[in-house]
């Protein structure tokens, strides 16, 4: 599945994110959705997402 698509990503799925300090790494963080923060059907970067322990990043992949 592909995080750049709203549909693919529900809350409570464990997914990694790229935090907006690791953009330029490319680092992944894992965590489990708490909630959805994109509000359109698909993103180029992926959808930006918040995790259970409050980080907020764009889904990179879906585990």
């Given amino acids: 599945m592909d995080g750049k698509y709203r549909a693919n990503v ?5 997914v990694g ?9 490319g680092k992944v963080t894992n965590g ?4 959805i ?7 180029p970067h992926g959808i930006k997402v918040r995790l259970t ?3 907020i990043g764009r889904v990179k992949k879906i585990l």
């Fill in 10 to 14: 529900r809350p409570g799925m464990q």
């Fill in 17 to 25: 994110i790229v935090l907006k300090k690791d953009q330029r790494s």
């Fill in 32 to 35: 489990e959705v708490q909630n």
């Fill in 37 to 43: 923060l994109t509000n359109s059907a698909t993103h």
């Fill in 53 to 55: 322990d409050g980080q």
